[in-house]
């Protein structure tokens, strides 16, 4: 079973990057290796007009990697309470309908706030939804994010770790109850 980790900020040394983290390491644990598509690594040539039009060489690493997953997995901070425009621009170069149609995928938001990245999540699975993707329903919100990462980047509140644990395993059956080899 193929999962895609999403890190779905271009931001350099990011929390959403160190949730990602402990996310991998959560699914590594469960038996599954995810592949990280990390939106700080996005080529500077997405961002040209003619993008729109001819996706750059460049592009094609993070394109394939949406287009093979059997699940993705979207850890989104909150910008000015909403998802961060890189995000909703890279939903948008993918290829369309095929990059979401019928995959699942499941969400975690996290925020300086208080409300974890509510409006983000919700935000997104609007999107998903139009994009007929498969949307796991237990989300995880990580408000006030700071005070929960360890200086190595870990998550260091147990309550909060055994919730990524829970959605991780739980989304990792739903990927696998869609996606299973007939």
């Known amino acids: 079973m193929?999962?895609?980790?999403?890190s779905g900020t271009n931001r350099s040394d990011s929390n959403t990057r160190k949730v990602v983290a402990q996310?991998?390491?959560?699914?590594?644990?469960?038996?599954?290796?995810?592949?990280i598509v990390d939106l700080a690594e996005l080529p500077?040539?997405?961002f040209l007009p003619s993008s729109y039009a001819a996706k750059p060489v460049s592009f094609a690493r993070f394109n394939d990697a949406?287009?093979?997953?059997?699940?993705?997995?979207?850890?989104?901070?909150?910008?000015?309470?909403?998802?961060?425009?890189?995000?909703?621009y890279f939903i948008d170069?993918?290829?369309f309908p095929e990059s979401f149609e019928h995959r699942p995928v499941a969400f975690t938001?996290?925020?300086?706030?208080?409300w974890g990245a509510l409006r983000p999540v919700e935000q997104l699975q609007s999107v998903f939804g139009y994009r007929n993707a498969y949307l796991y329903p237990e989300r995880v919100f990580i408000p006030a994010v700071h005070g929960h990462l360890g200086v190595a980047g870990g998550i260091t509140t147990p309550e909060i770790l055994a919730r990524?644990?829970?959605?991780?395993?739980?989304?990792?059956?739903?990927?696998?109850?869609i996606k299973k080899p007939e």
């Open 2 to 6: 193929k999962l895609v980790l999403l």
């Open 23 to 35: 996310l991998e390491a959560i699914y590594c644990d469960l038996g599954h290796k995810p592949v």
């Open 44 to 46: 500077a040539e997405i």
């Open 66 to 88: 949406i287009l093979a997953a059997d699940g993705l997995h979207v850890v989104t901070p909150e910008y000015n309470g909403g998802m961060p425009g890189v995000l909703k």
């Open 93 to 95: 170069m993918l290829k």
């Open 109 to 114: 938001g996290i925020a300086a706030g208080v």
């Open 164 to 177: 990524l644990k829970t959605q991780a395993a739980g989304f990792a059956d739903f990927v696998w109850t």
